[in-house]
């Protein structure tokens, strides 16, 4: 499940079955919220689906609210999130192992992807715990390394809903959301060849390409 937008108050929240290729549910948000997604999976609940895992791009808060369901975070949106923190050429060694780490993610098993950021912070610990000291008056210090710690912090904290995947191997749960991705590449480039149609026509025209 995911969302995609036009524009800033414009987007559609789809609920795709990864098995059948099928798009059960969506629905029109200004924005994604927590329990915009939780009520779409009720109400799949309640129309007789059973759902036996998801898999999602880890909006804030998500991950955790979805208690009884197996949860996969796509590994692709994960990855792109350390990029965004070091960059696709790190300059620090410190940076080019953990982005060595991540180029792995999907190409590896929990085990050994545990055991390489475990190994990365030991070796690094010290250095992600440099301090830099500021003439800020609200706070007079920061940590020097901040953006390689946040891409591992972000590593880190969702290291047991990367492998999902790994944990149900009888569930077949796939590690990124590429199915709804390719799904919302079709619709925006469809939209576009549309270009200047009223909401209320991209709505309906987005409604045939998903009903599809």
């Not at 545990?114 to 715990?129: D, M, N, Q, R, S």
């Not at 953006?147 to 944990?167: E, G, K, V």
Request: with cysteine.
């Amino acid at each position: 499940m995911d969302a995609s937008y036009w524009g800033r108050s414009f987007g559609v929240m789809v609920f795709r079955d990864l098995y059948r290729k099928q798009n059960l549910f969506w629905k029109y948000v200004k924005n994604e919220t927590v329990a915009d997604y939780l009520n779409g999976i009720e109400l799949l609940k309640q129309k007789g689906w059973n759902i036996v895992g998801v898999v999602c791009d880890g909006k804030s808060g998500l991950l955790n609210a979805i208690e009884t369901i197996p949860v996969q975070l796509c590994q692709y949106h994960q990855y792109k999130t350390v990029i965004r923190y070091i960059t696709k050429k790190p300059k620090l060694q410190a940076g080019i192992e953990l982005k060595s780490i991540a180029d792995l993610m999907q190409k590896t098993d929990k085990e050994s992807f545990v055991g390489a950021i475990t190994e990365w912070y030991l070796k690094w610990e010290p250095f992600l715990h440099e301090k830099t000291y500021t003439s800020d008056k609200k706070r007079n210090w920061r940590y020097t390394h901040n953006r390689i710690r946040s891409a591992y912090n972000s590593l880190n904290r969702y290291q047991n809903h990367l492998f999902t995947w790994y944990d149900y191997p009888e569930l077949r749960i796939p590690a990124t959301n590429n199915s709804i991705e390719g799904t919302f590449s079709n619709i925006k480039s469809k939209v576009a060849n549309h270009n200047g149609l009223k909401r209320s026509r991209k709505v309906k025209l987005i409604n045939h390409l998903l009903q599809k």
